[in-house]
């Protein structure tokens, strides 16, 4: 049985988690409606991620007999100055996501609950890989700065990530 303490915590993160896919979905907009078809697609792709991050902490919680309560979702930032701004946001927010799921861990910690702390690794671990991949966009971009070939290229191949759907398709 999940802990009242980490229940809670970690439907705040479900509204979280969801926010980040509403956040990346309206960057996919914004990229679209600026004809970065690539760049939309790859934000795209993050959303759906963000959804799936949701429900494994929906499932974790029903898998610990505990109660899924969802919130209410702020409406996301719509309007963005550049690419470049749209992916400094990303690794921003991706920042802060970190920092909430290592508060998460240390709820699990100090309530001793070890299958939270188990299930919160992968969770760990992953955000390494979410500030790397936004990181590491938002450098090109900087090097690119306005030479439109180069972003032309960087849209085209940030364009070949796929969604699940895209994959299984
Ligand atoms: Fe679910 Fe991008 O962290």
Redesign the pocket.
């Known amino acids: 049985m999940l802990g009242k303490a980490v229940e809670e915590a970690m439907n705040e993160q479900i509204k979280?988690?969801l926010f980040?896919a509403y956040q990346?979905l309206s960057m996919a907009a914004y990229c679209e409606s600026e004809n970065f078809p690539g760049f939309a697609q790859w934000m795209r792709a993050?959303s759906q991620?963000?959804t799936g991050?949701?429900m494994k902490f929906y499932d974790f919680i029903l898998e610990r007999n505990g109660r899924v309560v969802l919130q209410g979702i702020d409406a996301p930032v719509v309007e963005f100055g550049s690419p470049l701004e749209v992916f400094e946001q990303a690794l921003e927010?991706?920042k802060k996501?970190?920092a909430m799921?290592h508060d998460l861990y240390g709820l699990a910690v100090r309530e001793n609950d070890y299958a939270s702390q188990t299930f919160l690794q992968w969770?760990v671990t992953?955000?390494v890989e979410?500030e790397k991949n936004a990181g590491d966009v938002v450098e090109t971009l900087k090097m690119i700065g306005d030479k439109s070939e180069a972003l032309f290229l960087l849209d085209r191949e940030l364009g070949q990530r796929r969604t699940e759907e895209q994959q299984a398709g």
Do not use: K
């Open positions: 979280n988690e980040s990346y993050q991620e963000e991050h949701a927010h991706e996501v970190t799921i969770f992953e955000q979410e």
